[in-house]
């Protein structure tokens, strides 16, 4: 049997639990900004699922309203904190 890809392991892993990017990166031994690509294409590419994003937050003033989700934001635009959460990734079947 063929060796399963990175994006389909990454594919994989989410539909087995949510997870951020870094907890993607260390399960799979993958750089995390690596992990940010293939997030992206692997949202494009699931047919019978959805790739879902509770998105970065501010844990210093709540701010959520980051422009995207696929990444991971250095400091708050609204308190210039870098007290971020990382986006937290998983795959729903439709």
């Excluded at 892993?13 to 993958?30: E, G, Q, S």
């Excluded at 590419?45 to 696929?70: H, I, K, N, Q």
Aim: net charge negative.
């Amino acid at each position: 049997m063929p060796e399963r890809t990175t994006r389909q392991r990454i594919a994989d892993r989410l539909r087995d639990a949510p997870a951020t990017a870094t907890d993607i990166a260390a399960d799979l031994a993958v750089p995390t900004p690596q992990v940010y690509e293939h997030l992206r294409h692997v949202a494009q590419s699931t047919e019978e699922a959805e790739l879902l994003v509770a998105p970065p937050e501010c844990e210093d003033c709540g701010f959520d309203g980051f422009d995207d989700p696929l990444n991971a934001p250095s400091r708050c635009p609204d308190c210039k904190s870098e007290s971020i959460a990382d986006p937290v990734f998983t795959i729903e079947e439709r």
